[in-house]
């Protein structure tokens, strides 16, 4: 008797394999947990069968390499179920000199922005400090 075996946590189908008959009722198989002699339906190559409730359905197989969004790292995904959050397929291109990769809805280059030209008194702003401060840091005030 042809069996179907599917993953324990995924439940995704992995292997069809044969049943062996009980050395105690003589036609009767042995169906181990995690198998079923329900067949799987045929499905594409993007998909997978996903045995719940009794019954095979066919889901997008998202197992693959994934890149992050936020930090471009490359992600190997076993989980055929679910996508990891904040990552995409979509490779990313090679940043060239003065561009930054960024995310958004694709991958975008974009131009480094050029740093504001700041006046003394913003950049003393910035820093949290007055002038007057400033002038007790550094001693010269009475």
Known sequence: MEIYNYHPEYKHFILQ???????LEPGVFLIPAYATDIKPPICESNQIQVFSDNEWSITEDKRGIYYSTQT??????YNPLQQPENTTK????????GKVLKWNDGWV??????????????????????????????????
């Not at 394999?17 to 009980?22: H, M, P, Q, R, T």
């Not at 471009?72 to 995904?77: A, R, S």
């Not at 974009?110 to 550094?138: C, F, Q, Y």
Request: hydrophobic content about 35%; aromatic content about 0%; proline content about 15%.
């Open 90 to 97: 979509e490779v990313p291109p090679e940043v060239t000199e």
């Open 72 to 77: 471009q790292e490359v992600i190997e995904n």
């Open 17 to 23: 394999s044969i049943a062996d008959e009980s050395p």
């Open 109 to 142: 280059l974009e131009d480094i922005p050029t740093p504001p030209v700041l006046t003394p008194a913003e950049k003393l702003a910035n820093a949290g400090l007055t002038v007057e401060e400033l002038k007790s840091l550094l001693g010269l005030t009475p």
